[in-house]
Structures are given as C-alpha cells and as structure tokens.
C-alpha cells in the first residue's frame, strides 16, 4: 500500500489515470484504496510514517481522521518524550466496531515487541478519547523499547492524560487558556494521588492536574538526566514518588516538603505567561511539514516538488490534499512566529489557487514561498547568532 508519509491519506488508480508526469505516476502505481465519501465502506490500511503509527479501519475516513490526529500526536510528544525517528515496528491501531468491557478504547503489549491499540468506531468522533488511546499505545510502545513487552503491560494513567493534553495545547494554544481558567479556582490534588493513578484522574480537573505535573516536573528539570531519568523509571514500573525521589534529588526530605514543592509549582505553572505566537522553531517545522509531499513506495520514501503537485492539482485526490493541508494553515496562521509568517501566507496562496491554468502562474506562486522561505531561514538564523553571541559575552 503506498501513502503520503505524515499525511492522512492513501492514493489510488485515480491519481494515476490524471497524473501527466512520469514521476508521478510510477510513484502511485500499486495503491490499494482511496478515501471515500459518502456511504461507500472501503478497508483501509494508512501509515503516517515507517516506524510510527499503522491504522486499520473498514471505512476509509475515520482511518485518515484517526491518522492526522497519529501524525499530530507524534509530532506534539517528540520532543518530551525523546521519541527516536521510528520504531523497530510501530504502534498498530485497528478501529473496531465492538466496545469491549465498556471501554471505548484499549492498548496491549504482545510478544515480539508489537504495540497494539483498539479504538470503538463509535468513539472515533471524540477527538479527545482517540488522542488519550493513540498517546497510551505511543507509551505502551516506548516502555516496550526499554524493558521488553513482557514487562510492560500498561502506562501510568495520569502520564497518559498529561501527555494527551500536552499535544492539545501545542495543536489549539487556546486549550491551555482553557485548561488554566477550569483549574484557576482549584487547590491542587495530593501529589501521590496522582502519581499513583488515584480516582482523581477520572475527571477531567484530575486529569488537568496531570498535565499541570507534567509540565512542573519537565519544566523542573535542572540538568539533561531528571526528567529524562524519572520518564524511565515510571515506565519500568517503578512507583511515581519513589521515581521522583530519585530523579530528583534534593527537592525536599520528607512527604510535607514534598507537598510544598508540588504546591509551589502548580500555581507557578498555571499562572506563568505565555507567548501568543508559536516559537521559531515550531512554526518552522509546522510549515516545513505542510509543504512537503512524501511518497511512500516500497522501495522507500519519495519526496515530490510542491512545483510537481501544483501541476496535477486538478485531480481529485490532490486537490482534496491541498484543501485539508490549507485548512491547516489557516487554522494556524495567526500564531506562527513574525519570521515564518509571510511564508506560511504564501504557502497557503499555493494551495489555494492550486488550480491555475497557466503554469507561469503556479511556478509564480511556488516561488514566491521558496523566498519567503529562505528568508525567514536567514533571519531566524541571524537572531539565533546574534543572541549566541551575546550570551557568550555576558558569560
């Protein structure tokens, strides 16, 4: 099956018979299904990335709508969970149509080192409980990489749900702002009780106070060990206080100081300001992502111009493509960071008058990008020189 790496979506015979370019079309030959509309039911299998996530489901849109939020997720926890660039195999997600046990989603360790999530079609229409089973799978899988699938069997729950929120405030800033308004006039829950996965974490102040800890303790870290150090040991099982205590060290002495710490750090977390754009580096890689378009056939990954795709814009499937890729950039063009702006504005130029007839038109339009690309590159560049060097004469 060949799809587009980090993408919800999946080609067909129909991007074949309208591609015009040789590249192109050798490049779908082979694709097994298409997303359909309507009450057409087709099975699916939709990668977002070797190594990473591999959905399954009987209809085709809820497999590319569980995908994007994959994508969305992995990309969201690289970074504080130190995710590596894939698996040794990925984490497998099949959508069933039968709850079982009441739950609408589950995840299990097998032998071999396999990942496996289940989520109810039913639940596929809640955003929040796809995130929460696509985030338990990722853990399950992280915790499979250090100890062994005979040894992980489960994820702390309110690491889950810390995780699963933390990727929501990156995807919509305005959830932070929520979360901090629900929690603004809430004392915070005993320390152990979350680390030990009390009642408290099934409702949703609970699993808000997960989020705040995750962000205490990641935001804590004084060195390059601690977090990465307490991660390991609440995934090989241990205890989260006696993880804390020995990841880090010298906080407090007794249960009480414990408590204090913890106190101190959640109202500093809730009430600390945050900056209304994206960082640098996030708008970046944001607008990277959307305008690169990656082929996955079997001999591997292919990448094609965006100057290529213009040109077969008018077949269905890329144009469907372009529109959810700009509908994305819509959603996040009023935060990304002043340097990156002007090209995230062109890119959506590009996507949206993909159609044009006259070729000097969309090689207009991709050139404009590339400029206003290279440019924030220089400058962002530039700063982070600038700043180096100042920091390097203060020292």
Not at 374 to 388: G, Q, Y
Request: hydrophobic residues 50%; glycine residues 8%; charged residues 20%.
């Amino acid at each position: 099956m060949i799809g587009i790496v980090g993408t919800p979506f999946l080609f067909g015979s129909r991007v074949r018979r309208a591609c015009n370019l040789i590249l192109v079309t050798l490049l779908l030959v082979g694709a097994a299904s298409v997303p359909v509309r309507g009450a057409d039911v087709v099975p699916v299998n939709v990668r977002t990335a070797p190594g990473q996530f591999d959905i399954a489901a009987q209809d085709a849109t809820v497999a590319h709508a569980v995908s994007a939020i994959a994508d969305e997720t992995w990309r969201g926890l690289a970074g504080l969970l130190d995710l590596p660039p894939a698996f040794s195999s990925p984490v497998f997600v099949r959508v069933i149509d039968a709850r079982t046990g009441g739950e609408p989603f589950g995840a299990l360790a097998e032998p071999g080192g396999i990942a496996s999530v289940w989520i109810d079609v039913t639940a596929c229409n809640q955003p929040g409980l796809v995130r929460r089973a696509l985030t338990r799978g990722l853990l399950l899988r992280l915790g499979i990489a250090a100890r062994g699938a005979e040894a992980m069997q489960s994820v702390p729950r309110w690491l889950e749900a810390g995780c699963a929120l933390w990727v929501d405030t990156r995807v919509s800033p305005a959830r932070l702002d929520a979360i901090k308004f629900e929690t603004l006039s809430l004392p915070p829950p005993a320390l152990g009780a979350i680390l030990n996965d009390a009642p408290v974490l099934a409702s949703a102040a609970g699993q808000a106070a997960a989020f705040w800890l995750l962000t205490f303790l990641h935001g804590e870290a004084t060195g390059q060990r601690e977090w990465p150090l307490f991660l390991q040991r609440v995934l090989s099982g241990v205890r989260g206080d006696e993880a804390l205590l020995a990841a880090y060290p010298g906080r407090f002495l007794n249960v009480r100081e414990r408590e204090l710490w913890w106190q101190t750090g959640w109202h500093h977390v809730r009430r600390v300001r945050t900056f209304p754009t994206m960082t640098s580096d996030d708008s970046a890689r944001e607008i990277d992502l959307l305008a690169r378009f990656v082929f996955a056939p079997a001999q591997g990954d292919v990448v094609v111009p965006l100057r290529t795709m213009l040109a077969n814009a008018n077949d269905g499937i890329v144009a469907g493509e372009f529109e959810r890729r700009a509908a994305e950039l819509r959603r996040i063009a009023p935060v990304l960071h002043p340097f990156y702006r002007n090209a995230g504005l062109s890119l959506l130029e590009a996507f949206a008058q993909a159609r044009a007839e006259l070729p000097e038109r969309r090689d207009a339009l991709v050139a404009a990008f590339e400029a206003d690309w290279r440019d924030a590159v220089e400058l962002a560049a530039a700063t982070k020189s600038v700043l180096d060097a100042l920091e390097q004469n203060q020292r």
